[in-house]
């Protein structure tokens, strides 16, 4: 699976705030569908695709990402001052003065954005009408490669959505005659995850597997010794999931099985889609694993290039590892 920059620069470049992540979920229908692959709609809340490879006696996987980023909605348009709010986490510093573009009925229009000291997450817009109430405001798109990094606003979650085009690719009708694989897999993206978290309640309740894998990017956290370079992360716990020692412990054996670097991080705040699961009374093991990041929901994110290419091996080694998949799958009480 070669690593293709190209189609995660189409990502970033897609406009994709919560509840309005249509460019992204029309890119991906259309590259899992060219793969050959079974699309599905789940309203405006998720897509999914199975695999041209199906056996119903096989364990199933889901490996889901979300589409949204974090942006803005505006709130009020009078003479002299439009006032937006945000959609998920921004802070001001790292938003106030952005480059943004405003998605109009009509288009895009360039603007910026100038955090309101006296009303904690509302920002001033700057730009020329027209604009209406409802618009959505994302971070001006940009992308930044070297051999070694990738700098772009929304790496959270077009990392994630990236992998799932990867996968595609890997799996496809025409690759899976000469394929390993002995499970079957669902690629599945979600739809405000940054706000709500409505998608992924929607998807849990819609596709049924055995085993979910829930992609998205973290923190780089020097005090845990989780940095960029190092390897996917896998969250032993945070608001959303909480891992008993045994889980976290076998697919961290299978990691070093592979050969492939994991890290782990404990936070007991922030968290992902992986909440939705067992809120939905799903007893499906769910196991986050995420790209370490710097400058997380700004316009300048950054990862590194070669834990990409991680974890892109580590997933494809899940998927070709019906033994592995089966260990993840028995982590139940003794």
Known sequence: MPFCCHM??????CHSTPGDEDDVAKLLLGQWSQAGWTCQHHGRYAISATSPKWHDDWLTVMICAHMDSPGFIVQSVNAGRIV????????ADSADGAAVTVK???GTVPARVWAMPDRPGNFQV?????ISRGDRICFTPSFKAT???????????RLGCHQLVLLAEAFSSMASANSPQAVNIVLAATAQEEFTGFGAAVLANACKADLVICLDATYADEEQGVLLGNGPVLTISDKSVILGQQ????????CRRWCLPLQTE??????????AFPQQGCDTPVYPILLPTTGNHSPNET???????TLQKLLANLCNDPEAVKALCSQTFA
């Open 8 to 13: 995660l620069k189409n990502l970033v470049a």
């Open 104 to 106: 109009t009925a009509s």
């Open 247 to 254: 889980q976290a412990e076998c697919i961290l054996e299978l």
């Open 147 to 157: 051999p070694e990094d990738i700098t772009a606003p929304f790496l959270d979650n």
């Open 126 to 130: 700057i730009c020329h009408p027209p």
């Open 84 to 91: 937006a709010v945000t959609l998920g986490g921004i802070s």
């Open 266 to 275: 404990v936070y007991n705040y922030s968290g992902t889609d992986a909440r």
């Open 303 to 309: 990862v590194r290039s070669n834990d990409i290419h």
